[in-house]
Protein backbone atom coordinates (compact mmCIF):
# COMPACT_ATOMS: atom_id res chain seq x y z
CA UNK A 1 0.00 0.00 0.00
CA UNK A 2 1.26 3.79 -0.85
CA UNK A 3 2.18 6.04 1.42
CA UNK A 4 -0.36 8.44 0.35
CA UNK A 5 -3.60 5.48 0.15
CA UNK A 6 -2.56 5.20 4.26
CA UNK A 7 -2.89 9.02 4.77
CA UNK A 8 -6.08 8.96 2.61
CA UNK A 9 -7.35 6.00 5.01
CA UNK A 10 -6.65 7.25 8.41
CA UNK A 11 -8.02 10.65 6.97
CA UNK A 12 -11.61 8.60 6.14
CA UNK A 13 -11.29 6.56 9.51
CA UNK A 14 -11.04 10.01 11.31
CA UNK A 15 -13.79 11.76 9.54
CA UNK A 16 -15.93 8.97 9.36
CA UNK A 17 -15.77 8.59 13.74
CA UNK A 18 -16.23 12.46 14.15
CA UNK A 19 -19.45 11.92 12.35
CA UNK A 20 -20.79 9.08 14.35
CA UNK A 21 -19.29 10.83 17.54
CA UNK A 22 -21.65 14.13 16.27
CA UNK A 23 -24.56 12.36 15.22
CA UNK A 24 -24.39 10.00 18.58
CA UNK A 25 -24.72 13.54 21.12
CA UNK A 26 -27.67 14.48 22.12
CA UNK A 27 -29.19 17.55 19.48
CA UNK A 28 -29.45 20.09 22.05
CA UNK A 29 -26.25 19.75 23.88
CA UNK A 30 -24.69 22.27 22.24
CA UNK A 31 -26.29 24.61 24.32
CA UNK A 32 -25.15 22.35 27.69
CA UNK A 33 -22.64 19.16 28.13
CA UNK A 34 -22.69 17.09 31.51
CA UNK A 35 -19.11 18.73 32.30
CA UNK A 36 -20.00 22.08 32.00
CA UNK A 37 -22.76 21.35 34.68
CA UNK A 38 -20.12 19.98 36.84
CA UNK A 39 -18.14 23.15 36.40
CA UNK A 40 -21.00 25.59 37.74
CA UNK A 41 -22.15 23.34 40.45
CA UNK A 42 -18.95 22.32 41.46
CA UNK A 43 -20.78 18.49 41.91
CA UNK A 44 -18.97 15.33 40.38
CA UNK A 45 -19.97 12.67 38.10
CA UNK A 46 -22.90 14.25 36.04
CA UNK A 47 -23.94 12.35 33.61
CA UNK A 48 -26.69 13.23 30.51
CA UNK A 49 -29.22 10.98 30.10
CA UNK A 50 -31.92 10.45 28.13
CA UNK A 51 -35.58 11.34 27.97
CA UNK A 52 -37.24 9.07 29.89
CA UNK A 53 -34.39 6.93 31.40
CA UNK A 54 -35.34 8.38 34.88
CA UNK A 55 -38.11 8.96 36.93
CA UNK A 56 -38.41 12.73 36.06
CA UNK A 57 -36.41 13.01 33.47
CA UNK A 58 -38.99 14.46 30.73
CA UNK A 59 -36.82 17.03 29.45
CA UNK A 60 -34.65 17.48 26.26
CA UNK A 61 -31.63 17.91 27.94
CA UNK A 62 -31.59 15.51 31.78
CA UNK A 63 -28.94 15.38 34.17
CA UNK A 64 -28.17 12.60 36.81
CA UNK A 65 -25.92 12.97 39.49
CA UNK A 66 -22.99 10.44 40.74
CA UNK A 67 -25.74 8.54 42.25
CA UNK A 68 -28.25 8.31 38.88
CA UNK A 69 -30.63 10.67 40.55
CA UNK A 70 -32.11 13.29 38.47
CA UNK A 71 -30.71 17.43 38.95
CA UNK A 72 -31.67 19.00 36.05
CA UNK A 73 -34.37 18.73 33.03
CA UNK A 74 -34.26 21.54 30.51
CA UNK A 75 -36.73 21.84 28.30
CA UNK A 76 -36.66 23.51 24.86
CA UNK A 77 -39.86 25.39 23.10
CA UNK A 78 -40.59 28.29 21.13
CA UNK A 79 -40.83 31.93 23.12
CA UNK A 80 -45.05 31.70 22.82
CA UNK A 81 -44.81 29.18 25.70
CA UNK A 82 -43.12 31.51 28.52
CA UNK A 83 -45.76 33.64 28.89
CA UNK A 84 -47.37 30.24 30.49
CA UNK A 85 -44.32 29.40 32.71
CA UNK A 86 -44.44 33.30 33.92
CA UNK A 87 -48.31 32.73 34.29
CA UNK A 88 -47.75 29.83 36.33
CA UNK A 89 -44.74 29.83 38.34
CA UNK A 90 -43.00 33.13 38.59
CA UNK A 91 -42.07 34.36 42.18
CA UNK A 92 -39.63 36.87 40.80
CA UNK A 93 -37.54 38.23 37.92
CA UNK A 94 -34.22 37.07 36.82
CA UNK A 95 -31.82 39.72 34.84
CA UNK A 96 -29.84 39.63 32.50
CA UNK A 97 -31.05 36.39 31.18
CA UNK A 98 -32.33 36.29 27.39
CA UNK A 99 -34.72 38.87 26.53
CA UNK A 100 -36.67 38.31 29.61
CA UNK A 101 -37.01 35.57 32.76
CA UNK A 102 -38.54 34.65 35.63
CA UNK A 103 -37.59 32.58 38.86
CA UNK A 104 -40.34 30.34 40.38
CA UNK A 105 -41.17 27.31 42.09
CA UNK A 106 -42.95 24.40 41.22
CA UNK A 107 -43.39 23.18 44.46
CA UNK A 108 -45.48 25.35 46.72
CA UNK A 109 -43.52 25.68 49.86
CA UNK A 110 -40.42 24.95 48.54
CA UNK A 111 -37.26 26.97 47.50
CA UNK A 112 -36.78 28.50 43.76
CA UNK A 113 -36.06 25.62 41.25
CA UNK A 114 -37.26 26.62 38.13
CA UNK A 115 -36.07 29.28 35.66
CA UNK A 116 -37.83 29.81 32.53
CA UNK A 117 -36.53 32.46 30.10
CA UNK A 118 -37.04 33.89 26.43
CA UNK A 119 -34.73 34.83 24.12
CA UNK A 120 -35.92 35.40 20.25
CA UNK A 121 -37.87 32.89 19.11
CA UNK A 122 -37.11 30.65 22.33
CA UNK A 123 -38.12 29.40 25.55
CA UNK A 124 -36.08 27.02 27.79
CA UNK A 125 -37.15 26.08 30.87
CA UNK A 126 -34.53 25.13 33.83
CA UNK A 127 -36.17 23.01 36.53
CA UNK A 128 -33.67 21.88 39.72
CA UNK A 129 -35.26 18.57 40.84
CA UNK A 130 -34.86 18.13 44.88
CA UNK A 131 -34.59 16.02 47.76
CA UNK A 132 -38.06 16.10 49.17
CA UNK A 133 -37.67 14.55 52.22
CA UNK A 134 -35.33 17.07 53.37
CA UNK A 135 -37.04 19.84 51.35
CA UNK A 136 -33.88 20.82 49.41
CA UNK A 137 -33.64 21.77 45.84
CA UNK A 138 -30.16 19.97 44.14
CA UNK A 139 -29.89 23.46 41.91
CA UNK A 140 -29.60 26.93 44.20
CA UNK A 141 -30.58 29.73 42.25
CA UNK A 142 -27.10 31.54 41.66
CA UNK A 143 -26.43 28.02 40.12
CA UNK A 144 -29.81 27.85 37.99
CA UNK A 145 -29.14 31.28 36.80
CA UNK A 146 -25.84 30.55 35.56
CA UNK A 147 -26.76 27.77 33.39
CA UNK A 148 -29.62 30.01 31.98
CA UNK A 149 -26.99 32.72 30.78
CA UNK A 150 -24.91 30.03 29.47
CA UNK A 151 -27.79 28.49 27.17
CA UNK A 152 -28.93 32.21 26.39
CA UNK A 153 -25.29 32.66 24.97
CA UNK A 154 -25.80 29.89 22.79
CA UNK A 155 -29.21 30.62 21.18
Same mark, same amino acid.
Request: glycine share 10%; hydrophobic share 40%; proline share 1%.
Given at each position: MSRSSFVCGTYMCLILCL??? =???????? !???? =???MEKAT?? !??????PRGSVA???? %????? %???GELILMVQF? %????? =??? @?? !?? =? @????AGIGDEAVMGSIVPGMAENLLAFR !???????????? %?????RVYL????????? @??????L
Open positions: AAN =ALAQEPNE !KYLT =ASEGL !KGISLVGAGG %DLNFT %DSST %DARSY =AGF @KA !KY =A @KGTA !KGAHCVVLTAFA %DFVNQTVDQLTALG @KLIASR
